[in-house]
């Protein structure tokens, strides 16, 4: 049952569909944290206005991944690496 959930995880690529998903799990567990999956600025701010307090979002995270992989390769050391990418 939804209420015994711990957490709920939100994966859904459409934002749209996310914010439904967010919704009812708000409304039969509500207090469970909620991790959503956010397309866009702009549905990452509506999941934010809605509760949500921990949003990924999968481009952005994968463009930071592409900075870090790019430093690797140019030899950049791995301090440095590290210090760019948490800044980011």
Not at 8 to 21: H, R
Not at 23 to 50: C, D, F, K, N
């Amino acid at each position: 049952e939804l209420s015994h959930a711990r957490a709920v995880v939100v994966t859904v690529p459409d934002d749209t569909v996310a914010q439904m998903v967010v919704e009812a799990a708000h409304t039969y567990a509500p207090g469970v944290p909620v991790i959503a999956r956010a397309s866009t600025w702009a549905g990452g701010r509506q999941l934010r206005s809605m509760g949500v307090e921990r949003i990924v979002r999968p481009e952005l995270e994968g463009g930071v991944e592409m900075v870090r992989q790019t430093l690797l390769t140019l030899q950049v050391p791995d301090a440095d690496v590290a210090t760019h990418t948490e800044t980011v």
